[in-house]
């Protein structure tokens, strides 16, 4: 495995590579990560993991400073998954003040977009780049960002880039908690309480499946259960899959494949998940 800082000797490297499969991280691998690169294996020949952490996508009161940067370990977990390691510093990446942006789509501005004003404006940006500079024929990314893979899927048919998306399932751990590199901010207690998040979302998604149509109500509840046990939540939202728009049908209630979106807070963790319905 080989670990390459730079762009120019990235592209020198992949020179004559036909089959690359790429995965994107911020580092601070979790199982979640792997199980990504073991996936990425069966799209690639040369598969290639990446691993920055983009100030483009952090707000002013967000925790870039914070974010846990180990790419020593990282590395080591990676070793048997990646052939190599693409590791750039922040002023590799922009050498000069980045002033082209790719404007997202306007799902962008709701859900994660709204309580993270700018977030997928400067995730959308640093895919293309990235993108650009590994030129995979499969780049792969993980389901639990659910509304960051429907902007990507689109980013990359509307742009016509010569890249196959793959999302990669959600990884939890044995409790129901999806795996996120955030996840280690959370205090014993908090951990503990964690699981609370998936189990609301799984209520949810079975209240859909035995009928129930309100979905305004049920969001409505789920965001006081979780406020009562201490949550603050952005948003829990019953979406259509396909489009991340609310569900609707002219012929009475959606017959459709949705998906519950949700963020909340505990303590300071800001913790992300979702459940998808499939409806018959």
Request: net charge negative; with cysteine; charged share 20%.
């Amino acid at each position: 495995m080989q670990v390459i800082s730079t762009i120019a000797e990235l592209r020198t490297r992949l020179n004559g590579e036909h089959a690359v499969a790429f995965v994107p991280t911020m580092g601070n691998l979790h199982e979640g990560h792997l199980e990504l690169m073991k996936l990425a294996r069966k799209h690639g020949d040369c598969v290639v993991a990446s691993i920055f952490v983009n100030p483009l996508q952090f707000g002013p009161n967000e925790d870039f400073d914070r974010y846990p940067r180990t790419l020593e370990a990282d590395c080591a977990s990676l070793q048997g998954l990646a052939d190599i390691v693409f590791a750039p510093s922040v002023n590799g990446m922009y050498p000069e003040r980045q002033t082209v942006f790719v404007e997202p789509p306007p799902i962008a501005n709701e859900l994660d977009g709204a309580a993270r004003p700018g977030h997928f404006r400067g995730m959308a940006t640093v895919v293309l780049k990235l993108l650009n500079i590994v030129q995979p024929q499969v780049a792969l990314f993980g389901k639990k960002d659910y509304q960051q893979l429907h902007i990507i899927r689109q980013l990359v048919a509307q742009l016509n880039l010569p890249v196959l998306i793959v999302g990669g399932e959600t990884v939890r751990a044995a409790d129901g908690l999806a795996l996120s590199s955030r996840n280690q901010y959370l205090s014993t207690a908090e951990r503990n309480e964690a699981t609370f998040l998936y189990q609301t979302l799984q209520s949810m998604r079975v209240a859909i499946l035995q009928g129930e149509r309100d979905f305004e109500q049920l969001q409505k509840q789920a965001v006081e259960h979780l406020a009562a046990r201490n949550w603050s939540a952005d948003y829990i939202e019953v979406r259509n899959q396909s489009d991340l728009q609310p569900p609707h049908s002219e012929q009475g209630y959606p017959v459709q494949q949705l998906v519950i979106l949700a963020a909340a807070r505990l303590g300071n963790t800001r913790l992300l998940d979702n459940v998808e319905v499939c409806l018959a």
